[in-house]
């Protein structure tokens, strides 16, 4: 994240996702992805996200994106985090 942002928002921006993931990471591990995704997308798309992926995508999106998100979580997560 530190190459795409503007330095003087590295603060802000480590200070939001550090909010959004602390408690996004231990619903991974509990096994809730729905709980995890959710908190996640809301964050970053807005609390109206799931109406609008509905829209244009239909609502099997949103189920499969939830059933797919471990991989963000553990793996995409991580590489940011290299």
Do not use: I, K, Q, W
Not at 23 to 35: K, N, T
Request: glycine share 12%.
């Amino acid at each position: 994240m530190d190459s795409l942002a503007d330095p003087r928002d590295l603060d802000a921006l480590g200070a939001f996702f550090g909010r959004v993931f602390a408690v996004a990471m231990p619903a991974v591990g509990r096994g809730e992805l729905g709980v995890a995704f959710d908190v996640f997308m809301a964050a970053v798309c807005g609390a109206g996200y799931r109406g609008v992926v509905t829209a244009a995508l239909g609502a099997g999106a949103l189920v499969e994106a939830e059933r797919r998100c471990r991989y963000f979580f553990t793996d995409e997560v991580a590489a940011m985090n290299s």
